[in-house]
């Protein structure tokens, strides 16, 4: 996964207008491009972390700022912006020096994006944030301990804050379960670590699957997929992207129908379950009725 990627820099001020504009829509650039190649160890591997961005100029300094703070040693840190016109380029251009790798051209897509990304990542370990979502501080220290702790897992994950837009937060994350990742995606993929070799086995994110794309390819492990788990918070995730919404509740049914091999009656049963939840979720937040709800989802789930 290593192929280089064709870029042309933009050149500021220049006089022909037409050519400007394509530069803005066709960037990169980054430490990389300068002859400065992150590397790893046997005690502490390499890290990637990739971002997928598109108008995110608002957010994307926060994040930025998140993995350049985090306290481990080996991290490089892969920008994929889909040709953004609100000022998101001028931002990666200030972080030039902090950033791997980046460049800005029209993509299809978040998964477009991250699969571009990984062409480009050169970590043992990979993850992937989202522009508005951020690391929590020593986040990538403690996964790396986990790691170590677990040579054999392929994947690592954890806990996660989401913070929706009224202001609402609350913790998600489980350990890994086949059983359980069968009927959702009850992990949390903000942020979680990606070993190389299991892109090398499972190949990359499929398109056709919308927002589900992430779910579905690890999926495709069924119970094979060598998992660890850590109980704390590592990233702050924003409410109100792709993933949050009736829709990706449909992606995820078909991903785990067609590729985990779910019966498609539960699947349909359990996408309609689903849907309720998500428009009954402001009643969720009221504390007294959240136990009347869990045991009508712990029914659901047997």
Request: glycine fraction near 8%; hydrophobic fraction near 40%; charged fraction near 25%.
């Amino acid at each position: 996964m290593n192929a280089k990627i064709p870029c042309v820099v933009a050149i500021a001020n220049n006089s022909e207008q037409p050519f400007a504009r394509d530069s803005a829509l066709r960037a990169c650039g980054g430490k990389r491009l300068k002859g400065i190649v992150a590397e790893g160890s046997e005690l502490a591997p390499l890290v990637t972390v990739i971002t997928a961005v598109y108008n995110g100029r608002r957010d994307l300094q926060q994040c930025l700022d998140s993995v350049i703070r985090q306290d481990y040693p080996n991290i490089e840190h892969i920008v994929i912006d889909g040709g953004s016109v609100d000022g998101t380029v001028d931002i990666l251009r200030q972080y030039d020096n902090q950033i791997a790798l980046w460049k800005s051209e029209p993509d299809r897509g978040l998964y477009d994006a991250w699969n571009k990304a990984l062409l480009e990542a050169r970590g043992e370990w990979i993850c992937f944030l989202g522009a508005d979502d951020q690391l929590l501080p020593g986040c990538v220290s403690a996964y790396m301990a986990l790691a170590a702790k677990n040579p054999e897992a392929e994947y690592l994950c954890a806990r996660v804050r989401l913070v929706y837009q009224s202001g609402f937060e609350r913790t998600v994350g489980r350990p890994w379960k086949w059983k359980e990742f069968s009927r959702w995606m009850r992990i949390s993929h903000v942020g979680s670590m990606h070993r190389r070799r299991l892109f090398e086995r499972l190949g990359t994110y499929d398109q056709s699957f919308g927002s589900a794309a992430d779910y579905e390819l690890l999926l495709r492990a069924q119970d094979r997929l060598k998992a660890a788990y850590i109980p704390v918070e590592t990233a702050i995730m924003r409410m109100g992207g792709v993933s949050d919404g009736p829709d990706a509740s449909a992606d995820a049914t078909r991903a785990k129908v067609i590729t985990g091999g779910r019966n498609p009656l539960l699947a349909a049963v359990e996408l309609r379950m689903r849907r309720i939840r998500y428009y009954l979720r402001p009643l969720r937040r009221r504390y007294y009725l959240r136990p009347i709800l869990r045991l009508v989802a712990r029914f659901m789930a047997r």
